[in-house]
């Protein structure tokens, strides 16, 4: 077998692998309660605070919540789906720059610490960002605050999103293939 087949099969394992991993985590977060979605929302909840200076306490089985603010924070703020697509867009979209089949399999694990650690910094930003339109109550017309904080979440994921790819693709030397002629 050589080098480039043996890649392509490594590859192949790699993405296999990660849309494996993203299936089983979205499986999971489609029935976890709080208690099962502590390990991110509490991170988050933390650096919430840092970012905002407010208080969240612990509501068993419920939610972090923040009485001053009137500011919960709960399984729906998670930001799994976002880690789930920063994991693939990792994992999957720059495989291939990996120069062994070892390498490939690092950056897999990699993918996942990367999507985690992220994702909290993401989750964070967007939900104190939330926090201050909670506070300011805007309204424009259709787009009220429901609407608001929606466009609001996703333009962070998508920052992040765009920026962590981009950093990680120039970190690994990923290059585009050249256009056909």
Known sequence: MTLIATRRI???TVVGLALGTAYALKSYYSRAGFDDLHWILAPTTRLVEHMTGSVFELEAQQAFLSRELLFEIVPSCAGVNFMIAMFCSLACGLVHAQPSVWRKFAWLAASGVAA??????????????????????????????????????IAVYFCFLCVAYGVAAHWTGAQREPAAP
Do not use: C, K
């Open 10 to 12: 490594a590859d192949g």
């Open 116 to 153: 985690y650690a992220l994702t909290i910094v993401a989750n964070a930003t967007r939900i104190a960002i939330a926090i201050g339109l909670h506070v300011m109550q805007p309204s424009l017309g259709v787009l009220t605050p429901e609407r608001l904080h929606r466009i609001e979440g």
